[in-house]
Structures are given as C-alpha cells and as structure tokens.
C-alpha cells in the first residue's frame, strides 16, 4: 500500500517515536502550566487575604508575598519541585568517613537530575561530557544541604556503573577538582569545588572562556559562578550577613556561606585586589538594575537595608 496512505490505513501504530516524545515533551510542559498557574493561585491568594483582613493596599500586599517566598522558601527543601527535581536521602556533612552507613544520619535534599541546560551540554560533550556535568551538580547540590552523595549514589541516579563514577572523578581530580563526595570528604575544601576552581582561576587573571576550557565546563556556568560571587563579595563589602544575603539573592544560606568560603581563601591574595574594583562593579550593576525595575528603592531593599550588621 502506497505510504502515502494514513498509517492507521496501513496497518500500522499511528504513535512513532517522535509521536511519543512529542506527546511527552507536551505533557510536561502542561504539567509545568499546572504546577506554575497553582503557585500563582496560592500567592494571589494570600496577597488578597492581605488586603482584606490585615487593611494592606494591594502593592503592600504583593511585597508580603515576596517577602514570604523569600523566608518560607529560600532553603531548596522547602521550595515546590521543580520539572526534572526529586528528594533524596544521603548522609550528613557531619557525619565521618569511617562510620558505618547504618549508624549515620541521613539529611533529605532536592537534586537536579535534569536541567534544560543538559540538552546543551550533551551536544558539546557528549555523554561523558553530559555525565560529568551531572555529577558536579548533584554533588555541590546535595552539599550545599547538608549532604554527601556516596559514588553508589551517584551511579545510581545516573544509571551507570560504579567504576564509571570512580573513572570520572580521576579525571576531575586531574585539573584539580575534588568531587564532593563521603569518599573525597577529608580533601573537601572551599576552593576544589568546581565552582571554588573557576573562581580561582579567574581571580588568577585567566577570562572567562579560558576558565571554562580549563574545567572543562561551559561558559554559561562560569558566567553565573562569577556572577554569583561578585553579588556576595559586593554584599559582604555592605555588611550584609549570611542570612540576609541569601534573602537578598533568593538563594540558600548555604550557597551563600560556600561563596564566603572561597572569598575569606582569597580575600588577601594579589589577584583578589586586582579583581575587586570589577567585583564591586558587577555586583552592584545587578542590584541598581533591581531597583531600576522596581522603580527606585522598595519596602524589600529598605528590609535588605536592616538586615546590615552595624
């Protein structure tokens, strides 16, 4: 029967592959609507609770739901799941290298197993490229919570064999990045962390793209670890503290105190000094721009303001 008959004419499952990941790709992206239009529902919700039984007006109203999403939900485990995310249990930070697994305890974090960005690491590094990636955000992100990602742990969200893990962090530890790890526990400090290294490299004089090549890791995320520690030096020079520079940033406290880790490793170093008159000007571009958008200083920049140490 000639093929340009319909399939279905032909005999055949009208649903291919590309049907059914047309059908996928559509059905997440309307489970992400869903989820997004019920976060939108519950904030216009509480803004209009506000306006009605505490007499707020209504921008009055829409500034406590930022400050509520930024106190309620500034720690990952306490933010909504997002497409690609999953809760995982993994030892605590404190807990020793030696001590047996069932004696220790287990802290509860949120992991990215897929980001949109993988799409583009995939098509520049392939799978081991893609891999690798993975496992430094899986790691730095279980960290960041109070957690340690065994490498069984990590071969087991990535659907790999172990040895391939072990292979992988060789291969970090070869341009000098130690792999977060229980393992690599005693040699985890606050500059061998992918993010610790780009850094450092930078400070060192290196731009961005030749940073990005020495890590082997994209330019995008250089970018962003720059950028981030640039916002974090430029707070720290305001006085701001750890807490009040996560709310600040909307990231966790634990992030925030990684970056405060690299920054008091560098602080007094030649290259810092070099560096620091570009810091100041990228962190403080990124918080007039905010204020620019809202139209000068808001109530939430005069709540930063009084969060500054004396």
């Known amino acids: 029967m000639s093929s340009r008959w319909p399939r279905i004419m032909r005999g055949e499952n009208p649903t291919n592959r590309k049907d059914i990941h ?117 790691t730095e992100e279980a960290r960041e919570q109070g957690g340690l990602l065994s490498q069984e742990d990590l071969a087991r969200l990535l659907h790999c064999d172990v040895r391939t893990i072990r292979r992988d962090v060789r291969a970090f530890r070869e341009i000098q990045i130690i792999v977060a790890t229980r393992g690599q526990q005693k040699d985890i400090g606050p500059g061998v962390s992918h993010r610790g290294v780009a850094i450092r490299h930078w400070i060192d004089g290196d731009d961005t793209p030749e940073v990005a090549r020495k890590i082997n890791h994209s330019l995008a995320a250089v970018e962003r670890y720059i950028q981030a520690f640039a916002r974090v030096v430029f707070l720290a020079q305001h006085k701001f503290d750890c807490f009040a520079t996560a709310l600040t940033m909307g990231i966790s406290v634990a992030g925030v105190k990684t970056y405060l880790e690299v920054l008091a490793e560098h602080r007094n170093s030649p290259g810092f000094k070099r560096r620091l008159q570009e810091l100041e000007i990228i962190g403080g571009k990124f918080f007039e721009a905010e204020d620019f958008q809202k139209g000068g200083p808001s109530p939430r920049a005069n709540a930063r303001n009084a969060w500054r140490q004396p």
Request: charged share 30%.
């Open 22 to 138: 047309m059908i996928k790709r559509t059905d997440n992206a309307q489970a992400e609507q869903a989820r997004r239009l019920r976060i939108k529902t519950q904030e216009q919700r509480l803004a209009k609770l506000a306006v009605e039984g505490a007499g707020l007006s209504p921008w009055e109203a829409d500034e406590l739901v930022e400050v509520v999403k930024e106190v309620f939900f500034a720690e990952p485990q306490n933010q909504p799941l997002r497409s690609g995310q999953m809760f995982y249990e993994c030892v605590e930070t404190s807990e020793g290298a030696g001590k047996p697994l069932r004696e220790c305890r287990l802290a509860r974090v949120v992991l990215t197993l897929h980001d949109p960005g993988d799409i583009n690491e995939a098509n520049k590094s392939g799978a081991d490229g893609l891999r690798r990636h993975c496992i430094l955000r899986l």
